[in-house]
């Protein structure tokens, strides 16, 4: 099968409204297009990167639908404790490179497939098809897997948008999604059919490196801690909301705070933008608090902005998002 780029929802500051739209959670989870031909089976991220060995919780797909071929859409979610989706947990799941370490990720960060799209099913192409009538063929389609699995969900549909909205926000979720009924499946963000609304969110980070410019701090590399390992994960750098007396405390402790190893994840920091600039690695041991609009593909902040050092210890740094 062809690869089908990913139809990606528009930011918009308020929840559309009217009898043309559906309405869906914004599942805080990572993309997950999955193709099942010839009794065979592929996960592949937003991205096209294939993961199908380090999701075999998926593997229910093949064994239910395995006898039909189709190319579905959906959002893979690992949940907190309280049952809700975490995308801290679905990084750590991501992050897994070595099947060897399969097992304890299977055991402590199980994933569930939230499914709200079909593109293809038995050879017919359902992109130029109405949204309204893709709903549904999926539901038809991926009956025999809802029914007989705890793994895979038909993502709800509501009709009342500002309700679910402010549901979402009472729930600390990551926002909604909104779409016409008669929208194609069109690739990336070039169209006026589906949109998300987010809330604004802050998140508990450590600082773990510092970027100095003309011997002043320029900005912050901030991570969370990622699972059972010592490293951080990367989530960005920011260096709006610094205040005149941040930047004179970090310069006036910077012996004391540098460090000569990096306390990130090698994953991810191999972007970082140094033109003019000295970057050094520091002991993880102080906290802040992060806004930031939402989260990239790969996980980092979009537009992040210092809200302020706290006294809160490492530990509590562990990527939950809080909405304001």
């Not at 049952?83 to 199980?110: A, C, D, M, Q, W």
């Not at 989530?235 to 005149?244: E, R, Y």
Request: one cysteine or more; hydrophobic letters at 35%; a neutral charge.
């Amino acid at each position: 099968m062809n690869w089908i780029p990913p139809m990606e929802p528009v930011s918009i500051p308020g929840v559309k409204q009217g009898p043309g739209y559906i309405h869906e959670i914004k599942w805080d989870g990572i993309r997950g297009m999955i193709y099942l031909q010839s009794g065979s089976m592929k996960v592949y991220t937003k991205k096209g990167n294939e993961r199908t060995d380090f999701y075999p919780e998926l593997n229910i797909l093949e064994t239910s639908l395995g006898e039909k071929d189709m190319v579905l859409d959906g959002e893979i979610v690992v949940q907190d404790n309280r049952g809700y989706p975490s995308f801290h947990n679905i990084l750590v799941r991501e992050t897994v490179k070595n099947k060897r370490n399969l097992e304890y990720y299977l055991r402590n960060y199980p994933v569930k497939y939230m499914l709200f799209d079909i593109l293809m099913y038995n050879g017919r192409q359902l992109t130029r098809t109405a949204l309204q009538e893709r709903k549904d063929i999926l539901e038809e389609a991926a009956a025999p897997v809802i029914q007989n699995s705890n793994t895979v969900f038909l993502s709800r549909v509501f009709e009342n948008g500002n309700e679910l909205y402010g549901n979402m926000k009472l729930e600390n979720m990551e926002g909604i999604v909104s779409k016409k009924l008669n929208s194609y499946y069109l690739p990336g963000k070039k169209h006026e059919e589906w949109f998300k609304t987010k809330f604004t969110k802050k998140m508990l980070c450590v600082i773990g490196g510092i970027q100095w410019k003309d011997k002043l701090p320029n900005s912050l590399l901030m991570g969370i801690r990622a699972g059972a390992g010592t490293k951080l994960f990367y989530m960005g750098k920011a260096s709006l909301g610094l205040k005149g007396q941040d930047l004179q405390l970090l310069r006036q402790y910077r012996d004391e705070l540098v460090q000569r190893e990096c306390p990130f994840e090698p994953d991810g920091i191999t972007d970082i933008d140094m033109t003019g600039t000295e970057l050094t690695w520091t002991v993880p041991a102080i906290t802040c608090w992060v806004g930031f609009l939402e989260l990239s593909n790969d996980g980092h902040f979009r537009h992040p902005k210092i809200l302020g050092f706290t006294n809160l210890p490492l530990d509590e740094a562990d990527g939950k998002v809080l909405t304001d």
